[in-house]
C-alpha cells in the first residue's frame, strides 16, 4: 500500500522560504519510472501543480513558479523536500505530495498524501 | 492555450446522469485524467488516460473524448457522489500538469 504525508511549517511570513517535506512509504524512489510530485490547492481553488521529482533525479517545474521552486529527494530516508523562496500571502494553500509512475508515455498523481495547509502572513 | 475549463456547477437529481465537460487545445494530443474531492479531503484519481478507470472505482464513473474535449459520465448518481471533480493533463508537449478549473456537482 501505497501512502504519502506533508509535514512542514503551518504559517510562515511574507518573504520567508517554505520547506516542506513528504514522506513516503509503499514503493521507492530507486525505481524506474517513479516520481513524486507537489501540487497545491487554495482555498476553495482548483490544484496547481507545483514540480516533480523522478528516480533518475529529472526534475520539472511549472513554468510559472520556477523561480521560486527546488525539489530533491533523500531516496534513504524515503523524502522528497520542497523549497518554495519568496513566500507571499497567496501562497497560502494545501499543499499536497503524490505518487507518480510512468506507464509507455504518460503518468498521472495517485495516491495524494492528506495534505497539510500552509498560512502565509503579510 | 494549456488551460482546462469546466463548467462551475452542476446540479443532478439521484438515479440520474451527471456529465462534465473539460476543453483545452492540449487534450487533442494529450491524455486526460479525473479527480474526485470530497469536503475536506485530498483529491482521488477516478480515470486515467482518457477512459480507464482504476480498480476500486464503480463502473458507474466513466469518460469519452472527443477532439478538445473530455467528457466524465457519473450514471445512476448517488448521494455520495456530491463533490468537486478536476481533470487533468499536460501542456502540449507533455511537459507540465495542467488541472482544470473544476466542476462542483450537487446532488439534489
Known amino acids: 500500500q501505497i501512502t504519502l504525508k506533508e509535514s512542514g511549517p503551518t504559517l510562515v511570513k511574507a518573504t520567508q522560504t517554505l520547506t516542506l517535506t513528504c514522506t513516503f512509504s509503499?514503493?521507492?524512489?530507486?525505481?524506474?519510472?517513479?516520481?513524486v510530485g507537489w501540487i497545491r490547492q487554495p482555498p476553495g481553488k482548483a490544484p496547481e501543480w507545483l514540480a516533480l521529482?523522478?528516480?533518475?533525479?529529472?526534475?520539472r517545474y511549472s513554468p510559472s513558479l520556477k523561480s521560486r521552486l527546488t525539489i530533491n529527494k533523500d531516496s534513504s530516508k524515503n523524502q522528497v523536500v520542497l523549497t518554495m523562496t519568496n513566500m507571499d500571502p497567496a501562497d497560502t494553500a494545501t499543499y499536497y505530495c503524490?505518487?507518480?509512475?510512468?506507464?509507455?508515455?504518460?503518468?498521472?498523481?495517485?495516491?495524494w498524501g492528506q495534505g497539510t495547509l500552509v498560512t502565509v502572513s503579510s | 492555450s494549456d488551460e482546462l475549463t469546466q463548467p462551475p456547477s452542476a446540479s443532478v437529481s439521484p438515479g440520474q446522469t451527471a456529465r462534465i465537460t473539460c476543453s483545452g487545445d492540449?487534450?487533442?494530443?494529450?491524455?486526460a485524467f479525473w479527480y474526485q474531492q470530497k469536503a475536506g479531503q485530498a483529491p482521488v484519481l477516478i480515470i486515467y488516460?482518457?477512459?480507464e478507470r482504476p480498480s476500486g472505482i464503480p463502473e458507474r464513473f466513466s469518460a469519452s473524448k472527443s477532439g478538445t474535449t473530455v467528457t466524465l459520465t457519473i450514471s445512476g448518481v448517488q448521494a455520495e457522489d456530491g463533490a468537486d471533480y478536476y481533470c487533468?493533463?499536460?501542456?502540449?508537449?507533455?511537459?507540465?500538469?495542467?488541472f482544470g478549473s473544476g466542476t462542483k456537482v450537487t446532488v439534489l
Open positions: 503524490a505518487y507518480s509512475f510512468i506507464v509507455v508515455d504518460t503518468n498521472w498523481f495517485h495516491p
Open positions: 509503499g514503493f521507492s524512489l530507486r525505481s524506474p519510472a517513479v516520481g
Open positions: 521529482i523522478y528516480w533518475d533525479d529529472d526534475k
Open positions: 492540449a487534450l487533442s494530443k494529450q491524455y
Open positions: 488516460k482518457d477512459k
Open positions: 487533468q493533463s499536460t501542456d502540449t508537449s507533455g511537459t507540465y500538469y495542467v
